[in-house]
């Protein structure tokens, strides 16, 4: 499936503060993040249910952001929904801020577990929605992998667990970029046929433009995709999205320091439409 | 001992909904009963041990207390990061009971030790470590794991092992136990060493001197004072573990002494040289081959109050 949507207005403003943060903080794996903005954003806006007033609230949905480098795109959208004021977003990464490198669910309100070593949020997400079930609970949980990520076993491991357990309230979003830290997936380790592996391991499986917002909202409403098994929606996306220079480009997987001119130049890139 | 840890897993279900059981594709014995009455709460799951430790996160953070029982070496080096990560950092009360610590298995050769199982989950913040010195004790320790806060670990040893321990005394995770006082030198243990360390005592005692055996069942959070405590009114101390000598029981006394200014005190460690042990045979064969025994530790005793 090809990744063709446009960015919107919204999302367009969202990437402007992902480059101010990168300014703020000093650093950040903005590709990343560029990849799953459209995912996170339909997630907080029309799918979980949460409180910002009472993140702990206990019949919250679970959202688990596995590929936790790229909580960018959390920050922003944690904050958009008033987990916390907006003005932290440019002080991440800094001695003292709430707000890491990496999410910490004991640090910043909103964020449900502490990731950033790839591979944990998926066996997470399974014990989440085991709890829910053993409660005859109907709140959620949702977990964002990378494709990267998905070189783990321990992926694997808990894709078989939530099979066998046919966790229809449980779902899982693969941010499918085709990208990882070194360059494109097929120069390292391709996953195709990616959504056959997820079907044999007991999922029901849809495909979708990660950055087409009303597609994905569409799509996700209708999960579970199967009421008994757990689905999952690969997210088919760009890493970098929204601005020509970071679009598959492994030099901005993970970028610090940028420089005035830089972001000009990029804030340049991001009006003529992409 | 795994026996004693199981069936408590059951009086725990009974009395608290919290509580959740998983195991690693292990043998059903003992877990008929909890199986039979709590069929929501009890996982056999498969054997990928990083899954379920990210697994019984997720249950913890959902208001679940997991027991979680495996072999104690995939439980401790196959997912350690998960427990660092997904247990201690987020301080989850996950429980992992850890089948065959030390050399339980010896016959099944090194893939199969856990003996560097303490220094490593003891490297880790926010991890309590457990050592129980037989089957009496583990069922203390399990009806006080119940409430006990964030991750812990509790080492399984092997069936049978002679009930040294007793009510009398009490238990409290934490706080390390005076099996017996002497004045002369003090001895400190964990897990089964301790029967080692009475052993000796014993020995000691046909010689006309008296030692303390301190019984530290909780490596971390270690108990500082008692151990303190019992240095300053001996003349010797010697520790004694079924463990490698890097960052065990030993380690924990000597940077206790050594923090404390006490340093100066006649000291010896017994435990496992940094090696891989090959040797196979039994348990017994193994700790008699490394000197983890009550007359190599009587004798060590009576060569260091004789210097
Ligand atoms: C266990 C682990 N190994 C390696 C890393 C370093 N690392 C961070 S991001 C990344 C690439 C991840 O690729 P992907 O999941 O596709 O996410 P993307 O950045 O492409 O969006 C790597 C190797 C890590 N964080 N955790």
Known sequence: ?274 | MRKAALLAVHELAKRDPRVVFVGSDITKQNLEKFAAEFPDRYFMEGIYEQHIIGMCAGLAMSGKIPYLNTIATCLTRRCYEQVLIDLCLHELPVRLLGSGGGTVYAPLGPTHLANEDIAIMRAIPNMTVVAPCDADEMKRVMMQSLDWHGPLYIRIAKGGDKVVSSDVRGFKIGEAIPMREGKDVLLVSTGITTQVALDAADLLSKDGLTATVLHVHTLKPFDTARVLRYAAQARAVLTIEEHTLVGGLGSAVAETLMDAGKGGVPFVRLGFPDVFTEELGSQAEIMGKYGLTSANLAAKAKQLLSK
């Open chain 1, 1 to 274: 499936m090809e990744q063709r949507a446009l960015i919107d207005s919204r999302g367009k403003d969202h990437r402007r503060l992902i480059l101010q943060m990168l300014v703020g903080s000093g650093r950040g794996h903005v590709g990343a993040a560029l990849s799953v903005m459209e995912i996170v954003r339909v997630l907080y806006d029309d799918i979980l249910r949460v409180n910002p007033q009472n993140p702990q609230w206990p019949e919250r949905d679970r959202f688990i952001f596995s590929k936790g480098h790229g909580c960018l795109a959390l920050y922003v959208m944690l904050a958009e929904k008033g987990f916390f004021p907006k003005d932290e977003l440019m002080r991440s990464c800094h001695f003292g801020s709430r707000l890491g490198g990496h999410p910490e669910s004991r640090k910043t309100p909103g964020v449900e577990a502490s990731t950033g070593a790839l591979g944990h949020g998926l066996s997470i997400g399974v014990g989440c929605a085991l709890a829910a079930r053993i409660d005859k609970k109907d709140w959620r949980t949702f977990v964002l992998i990378g494709d990267g990520e998905s070189n783990e076993g321990s992926v694997w491991e808990a894709a078989l667990s939530a099979g066998k357990h046919r966790l229809a309230n449980l779902t899982v979003l693969v941010d499918y970029n085709k990208f990882q830290s070194y360059g494109p997936s097929k120069d390292i380790q391709d996953l195709e046929p990616f959504a056959d592996k997820w079907r044999s391991f007991g999922f029901a499986v849809r495909e979708v433009d990660g950055h087409d917002v009303p597609t994905l909202r569409e799509t996700l409403l209708a999960t579970p995709f199967d009421a008994a098994k757990p689905s999952v929606l690969i997210c088919h996306t760009v890493k970098g999205k929204g601005f020509k220079t970071t679009e598959h480009n492994a030099d901005w997987h993970h970028k610090a320091k940028v420089k005035p001119e830089e972001l000009q130049a990029l804030l340049q890139e991001l009006e003529v439409a992409l």
